[in-house]
């Protein structure tokens, strides 16, 4: 069985502070490994993507996430968190199947202070 | 290449009412999942159509149904309509056999709202 959980549903950082938002899953296959952004009232928009190719994963608007099998985590990073990054992130975990269905984190909400 | 698009992107529905909501795939793209997004949620999986017929479906009951027709555009059907029905309804569409980094496009939803 496939699952997500996300650590915090809520973080505040300071612009300019390390971002860090925790992912741990669990699959009884290799995973296919998202994030993705929310922001209010709209849809979700692909950050990154681990396909196995690469265990660092560089996506959007400088964020990175790292895949370690041995700690069924792939958190979410970013060096300097700028007000635009406000919003919510849900990490996400397919089957390598043709079903393709997709497993959600129940989301952190991220603050950024000025 | 046009994206998936849904409408319509809000409505408001009462209780005990039928609602659908409508899905556009991204082009040559041949099956399309529902996903329910309750307030303050990640999304659900509701279900899936591949060749208009659906081929997996999620913890949701009977009066979720879905069409796809063979233009590829579906469409989610809810019948008796629950103040827990409140949610953001997201489609994403994506060519059967690919995997799912390869091409799985989520649509912006549609916001339904039960009073």
């Known amino acids: 069985a496939q699952s997500v959980t996300q650590l915090g549903s809520h973080v505040s950082v300071s612009e300019g502070a390390l971002v860090l938002l925790r992912c741990n899953y669990s699959s009884s296959v290799p995973p296919y490994l998202f994030w993705y952004v929310q922001y209010p009232n709209q849809g979700l928009q692909l950050l990154l993507k681990y396909t196995s190719a690469a265990t660092l994963v560089k996506g959007i608007n400088g964020f990175e996430a790292e895949f370690k099998k041995s700690e069924t985590s792939f958190h979410l990073t970013k060096p300097s968190a700028h007000m635009s990054d406000a919003a919510e992130y849900f990490c996400?975990?397919?089957?390598?199947?043709?079903?393709?269905?997709?497993?959600f984190g129940s989301g952190t909400k991220l603050n950024v202070k000025p | 290449e046009t994206g998936v698009t849904q409408s319509p992107t809000h409505l408001i529905k009462t209780r005990g009412q039928q609602v659908t909501l409508r899905c556009s795939s991204q082009s040559g793209h041949n099956t399309v999942s529902w996903y329910q997004q309750a307030l303050g949620q990640g999304p659900q999986f509701i279900f899936q159509y591949y060749r208009e017929e659906e081929n997996g479906r999620g913890n949701f009951p009977p009066r979720f149904s879905g069409l796809q027709f063979p233009n590829y555009s579906s469409e989610l059907n809810v019948n008796a309509l629950e103040l827990d029905d409140s949610a953001l309804y997201l489609c994403?569409?994506?060519?059967?056999?690919?995997?799912?980094?390869?091409?799985?496009?989520f649509g912006s939803g549609t916001r339904l709202t039960v009073v």
């Open positions: 994403a569409s994506w060519i059967w056999g690919q995997p799912a980094p390869y091409g799985y496009t």
């Open positions: 996400a975990v397919s089957v390598r199947d043709n079903f393709n269905k997709f497993y």
